[in-house]
C-alpha cells in the first residue's frame, strides 16, 4: 500500500511532476507543411498543460521513421523550432513535457518515404491490412526491406539526433518509443523479426536494437530523463510474440540496468488488476511506473495506492478533457471522444473540447 494518491508530486528521474496525472502520447495528424508543429498544435498542447506531465504524440526522427499523413518530426530545423513554441507554453503552466521517439519501421509504405523507396524494417514481412495515405485513402501495406547489418548504427544515429533535436526544443527529456509494432518491438518480436545476424533470432539479440537504441538516447540525456514504452500485449500493428514473458523479463532486466527515469507500460486490461507479463516488468524495474490503458479515476487511484503503479497516463480522456486533472479531482463530469476526429482535420474534435467553467 501507498500513502500516495493520484494528485500527489513524483518524481521519475529528474523529472519532478506536480502530479502523477500523465497525458499519454497521441499521434493526432494535424502538423503542417513539412511535418512541422503549428499554432493549433500550440493551442491544443497549452490547453492540456495541467497534466503533470505531457508526452508528446509520437515523433519521427528520420523521414523513414513516417507512416501516417502529417505526424510531425523532430529531424528539421523548423520541426524543432515549431515544437520549442509548444515546450514554451507547456512550461510556462507549469507542466513537464517529453518527446516520444518514433521510427514506425515496416508500419509504412512507398508514398511516406524520401524518393519513394521501399519502408525498412528487421525482416521483409509486411504487416496485415492497411494504411491511410497523404490522402486519407486507404492502401495496403507493402513488404519493408530488410535492413542490412551495416545499416543499424544509421538507425541509431537518427534516434541520437533526434534526442539531440528535443534537447534543443526545449523538452525536458524523451520517451523511446518501444510499443505498439513499431521499429523497435518490430526488432524485439518473433514474429516480426527473422533475421539471423546479431540482431535476430535469440531475444539477446531481437533486445539489442532497442537496448542500443536507449543506450544512446541515455547519452545525450542522462538516464534520468529518459523513459520507454512498452506494449508487451497489444497486438495492434499485426505484432506478436511466441513467449511474451521471457522477451519481455529479459527486456526489462536489461533495462532496469539503464536506470532510467521511467518505464511506460501499456497494459492488459482483459486481465484487471494487471497481467503477469506487465507484473514480470514492474517486478524487474525497480524504479517509477507510469501505467497506461483504459484507467478511470477510480481505477487509477486503486492502482497508485495499491503501488502497482507510480503515475497514470490517460490517452482519450486527455483527447476530450482538456482540463482533466481538475476533472478527476472533481470526480467528472468527463466529455465523450469523437473518435472520428481522432486523426487529422482542424480544431473540431481537437481544441475545440469545452472545459469546466
Ligand atoms: C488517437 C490515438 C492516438 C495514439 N497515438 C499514440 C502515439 O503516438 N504513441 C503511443 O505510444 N500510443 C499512442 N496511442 C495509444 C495511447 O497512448 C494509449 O495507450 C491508448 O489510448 C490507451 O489508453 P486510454 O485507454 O487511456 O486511451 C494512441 C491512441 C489513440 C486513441
Redesign the pocket.
Known sequence: MSQHDLFSPIALGDLQLRSRIVM?????CRASAGNVPNALNVEYYRQRASAGLI?S??TQVVPEGQGYPT?PGIHSGAQVEGWKKITDVVHAAGSKMVL?L?HVGRVSHLVFQPDGKLPVAPSAIAPKGQLYDNAWKKIDYVAPRALELSEIPGVIAGYVKGAENAKLAGFDGVEV?G??GYLLDQFLRDSTNKRADAYGGSVQNRARLMLEVTEAVVGVWGASRVGI?L?PLNPNNDIADSDPKGTFGYVARELAKLKLAYVHV?ED?KTPPGDEVTSTIKAAWGAPVVA????TLETAQAAIREGRADAI???????ANPDLPKRLAAGGPFNE?D?KA??GGTEKGYTDYPALG
Open positions: 499519454a502520447p497521441l499521434t493526432r508526452i504524440e509520437a505526424t516520444q518514433w518509443h510499443a505498439n514504452r506494449s501499456l486490461v497506461n490503458f483504459g484507467y497516463a490517460f490517452g482519450k480522456l486527455f483527447i471522444w473518435m481522432f486523426y
